[in-house]
């Protein structure tokens, strides 16, 4: 009885280092098996593939999708040895639905996050349209010293909507139209563009796929509704021509110049004429979606492109 108290000090004392080292330990965690929180507490899902020693691979994806519109590209590249991260971008797939925060400096910050958290060096980077604004905004704000190569795939760069200084580009009303279609119903719109333009499903002679239809419907719809209307306006509106400027690293272009969503003069052979030491490769009669729809043909050009 008289050592009741001492043991009794000495579990409160032990149960408070527990606890103190518990909370040390969490405040120094901003990293789980499959999330990356940011430092405005958004929770990034991703997804890490292949072997961990392999050369780096990170892509970004469109609107309104997630990480896994690139699973036919990850699941080549890490079969081929490398190292192969993708994330949902926020408001996007499973990451964290925020209200504020849905435009371009914040996609480059969080794909900051995903990068540094994961301490990812020597990375090529590979955005998909939206995503090829968010790589080049990421570079625009955080520089190349983590990246070794870059990769525009129907890549909304350098600038989408149609401007005094931008006369080529696509109309407003392009756009106020998509929203309009997304408060009236987001799930018919997804189809549209999926059963149309996205994939060149609208041509003559088109083979449609109903399951890309499906697939491109389901990730549209895992998106937050706020995130995904806000991010017509991330996409079309910003001006990355000045973040394109410094890509100073080898970056490839690929644009279909049968794209109906990012015209290829709009994309593609506009950010060739403003990157330095560019490669611009045009897929005759390729649609937006050429990362289903020539999923062959791109792999093997990112391969090649990778091991050059």
Known sequence: MNTAPHTLAGSLLTTSVLFAAAAAQSSRTDRSPSYVTTSDGVQIYYKDWGPRDGPVVVLSHGWPLSSDSWESQMLFLAEQGFRVVAHDRRGHGRSSQPWEGNDMDHYADDLAAVIETLDLRDATLVGFSTGGGEVARYIGRHGTSRVKKAVLVSAVTPLMVK??????????EVFDDMRKAALE????????????PFFGFNRPGAKVSQGLINSFWRQGMQGGHKNTFDSIKAFSETDLRQDVKKLDVPTLIIHGDDDQVVPIDVGGRAAHKLIDGSRLIVYEGGPHGITDTHKDRLNNDLLSFLRE
Request: proline share 14%; charged share 15%; no cysteine.
């Open 163 to 172: 401007t005094p200084d931008n006369p080529t580009g696509v109309p407003i």
């Open 185 to 196: 119903n987001r799930s018919q719109l997804y189809l549209d563009i999926a059963a149309g």
